[in-house]
């Protein structure tokens, strides 16, 4: 067994803000990330897929073939976007918060990967230089 | 003459987009960067001061007191803001773009340094691992 | 199950160096990192926690509190101290070598991590560039 | 139980490419990696060991003999290489991609520390600096 | 007067070599960079260009056209080539050391980028990360 | 003229501390830089001389070449050494911040640089990730 990462960008908008609270409550637990315009990040991607290379190319799976699949699905939604309002797969009203990013990006690849014999292993997901999440699918 | 830097971060949410262009305008220079809904980046500035280093404290300035200058005059406003609408000191309607930025972050840095001995440099603006300006004054 | 890394940073001086050996045992076991007049590095700490998002917050723990208690608890003790002089929680006479530097953080945040819903899973600490170590708490 | 990981660097050029298959065959599948007159790249390898440090020493084992056991077996070898010929340890006919790359140097590095108390637990193998694969053994 | 990089890569194979001299005279001038069979680099570009930001648009240039133009007369031909045998604008002959590999990436730059208000500043070219070089067109 | 720049790294223990000043007079200036018992940091050192790459060689000089002189003239003295204290060619007293060691760096290699036809053009040095300082000789 041999896990192969593919790491891809993207930068988008978000604020972190919960429709049932206050003000007051919502920059008591999240400061800064609350304010109310917006701010944004460079997300950093890593995918880990896990399988037995090809005996005879080599591959898991062709690492080109797994930069268009992010990109298709997951990276061409979320690059250059607001992560609250734009993206068809963050459900309304889910925290755009780095871990539940995490868990969507989990669910988008371990379905666009079924077709392939490898198997998806981990998301890892930078927001900033010193803040990431990892995600195992369970 | 010794160049000293101070290496600074913010997150920030932008869009470009001109007020007085149809859509089609705008996305067609713009592109991605014209999301109405905003898109966001980690920014990380590199603040440069030249000068005598002092015989005694081998200091052309002290790189805390640089770095809280630039807290306070820069980044405290540019941290986890709209760099379109929340920023006092970036005229409306100037397009954020990372040469612009580069060139009002030297002005206010340039202002705050006058009762320093050390002259500032050069500003240095990254807004991707792919992309960054530099700016030096004139 | 989520993980969370936040990652720290401390600068500080040490050297290996056995009480009960002779110079030669020592300098023969620890080359140039038994330097008497000691040496010293930037420590890059990274810190992971695990535990389910909050279903309202998207939070395992607030980061920026995750960051506080790393600082309360460990860096700032280590941050420009001496490592076999200055830090209380590190056993006199015990090698300040990354292996066992990890454990020792480990011991200290896994302490102060208690009243918190989610687990310590991993710290992984820098020394260089070039080498790092991981410890899981067992 | 504590892991420690060094890094090291090689460059080296490859090619991918199956002798039984035509050229369309190789171009279809391995895109620009077949060039005929090989590409290559730069290589950072991190090698990690797991085991318990010694309680006079703090160490798993000596990150510098650690190094030089790398350099020995490995790097000595791939460096300033072509990997599809060059390489001794690397059948013929196997293609060098990323994924059998790291089997191989498992293979030779579990050899190679045998005679240690510690354990090789971790071969990871960036290609690129958005590629990188890991293998554990089994 | 703004400066503008943009940073792209390319991996590809080479070989220091001079056809007119003995194998001996190679080795003890190239070293091991004079192997035979080649060995390769993932290169990293910065291409520096300098104007005045457009009072609109704020753009020096477009940083995705200077991304495209880049692409098209540089990184398409050098990226999974081989440097001596691959680059039609790279002259037979000539090493391909990273200070001629400058040198010709400013030739090819600079008359690509002729209808644009901008100018090329400079070229710095990585070739591992501990070696780079800069070239300013004089 | 093409600018060539070899990266070397070291890491050594220091304090900022004036023998003729109070310990108030010392925390005052220098904050925790003045901890009595030493700290230190791992250095990343830019070396950049200038010349014409040799027509034959395409060098302005063997990059290999210069990472000796680096080594013999710098590095050896400063790797795993106490700046303070051990190192013959930073005169007692002075105080080795990122500024001074510079321009001692510039003296040993500008001095050691003599027989080469290419010139020292610029000394780079990091102390941290986010402080750094140049000197170009003048």
């Known amino acids: 067994m041999v896990y192969l990462t593919r790491v891809e960008r993207f930068n988008a908008a978000h604020k972190l803000w919960v429709e049932d609270w206050t003000e007051e409550q919502n920059l008591a637990t999240f400061g800064k990330c609350a304010n109310k315009n917006w701010h ?8 880990t897929v896990k399988g037995k290379p090809d005996p005879i190319t080599g591959f898991i799976m062709d690492v080109k073939k797994l930069s268009v699949l992010i990109k298709e699905h997951v990276v061409d939604y979320l690059d250059h976007s607001n992560l609250n309002l734009d993206v068809p797969f963050i459900p309304k009203g889910m925290q755009p918060t780095t871990e539940n990013l995490a868990v969507v990006i989990w669910n988008r690849l371990s379905e666009a990967l079924k077709p392939y014999p490898c198997q998806l292993h981990a998301i890892k997901l930078w927001e900033t230089e010193t803040i990431y999440t990892e995600y195992y699918g369970e």
């Open 40 to 47: 944004g990040h460079n997300y950093t991607l890593h995918v």
